[in-house]
T-cell receptor, first 111, second 113 residues
Framework: DGGITQSPKYLFRKEGQNVTLSCEQNLNHDAMYWYRQDPGQGLRLIYYSQIVNDFQKGDIAEGYSVSREKKESFPLTVTSAQKNPTAFYLC??????????FGQGTRLTVV | DAKTTQPTSMDCAEGRAANLPCNHSTISGNEYVYWYRQIHSQGPQYIIHGLKNNETNEMASLIITEDRKSSTLILPHATLRDTAVYYCIVRVYGTGTASKLTFGTGTRLQVTL
């Protein structure tokens, strides 16, 4: 099936540890995005990428890093510098000016 | 970047039309208006988008004012399964060839019997 896959669905992290969230798409989309959602809040853009080996900071990039070595993959690393990482993380992809497709999200909890 | 303003919440009776407004008064000429919805704890689902003409698909209709400063999403016959948060988004272009999606506050639509 074509689509966008995020893994894992649930993730627990100890304070001070880095953790990487996976996002893979087989839709041949050029653009990929990472969003963060806190309870009862809207989506906030962390990073986005239009092409391989290129990405731009969104509105809340501090404490996060990304890579785009392959068109299909856009992993997000939540570093220890992110002071409040517990949230719902959503990945999306799109062609240059068409609708975006979202994954089902990863819920990260710091324990 | 163009920003959007939506009411925080709305109610609609099942079977009636749900009309969800969105203001985007700073929209630029080449920016599209997109609508998504999010059911609790799921990824957002695309509904419809448009530039300046009204659009219709199997899910909804999008009415954009002539000056493009506001739009309305219409669900013609709302059902309980349409209960969700609805986001109005203006597609903006960033540096270089990159573009990004900037979400508004969203409207929580509650469909009731």
């Amino acid at each position: 099936d074509g689509g966008i896959t995020q893994s894992p669905k649930y993730l627990f992290r100890k304070e001070g540890q880095n953790v990487t969230l996976s996002c893979e798409q087989n839709l041949n989309h050029d653009a990929m995005y990472w969003y963060r959602q806190d309870p009862g809040q809207g989506l906030r853009l962390i990073y986005y990428s239009q092409i391989v080996n290129d990405f731009q900071k969104g509105d809340i990039a501090e404490g996060y890093s990304v890579s785009r070595e392959k068109k299909e993959s856009f992993p997000l690393t939540v570093t220890s510098a992110q002071k409040n990482p517990t949230a719902f993380y959503l990945c999306a992809s799109s062609r240059s000016n068409t609708e975006a497709f979202f994954g089902q999200g990863t819920r990260l909890t710091v324990v | 970047d163009a920003k959007t303003t939506q009411p925080t919440s709305m109610d609609c009776a099942e079977g009636r039309a749900a009309n969800l407004p969105c203001n985007h008064s700073t929209i630029s000429g080449n920016e599209y208006v997109y609508w998504y919805r999010q059911i609790h704890s799921q990824g957002p689902q695309y509904i419809i988008h448009g530039l300046k003409n009204n659009e219709t698909n199997e899910m909804a209709s999008l009415i954009i004012t002539e000056d493009r400063k506001s739009s309305t999403l219409i669900l013609p016959h709302a059902t309980l399964r349409d209960t969700a948060v609805y986001y109005c988004i203006v597609r903006v272009y960033g540096t270089g060839t990159a573009s990004k999606l900037t979400f508004g506050t969203g409207t929580r639509l509650q469909v009731t019997l």
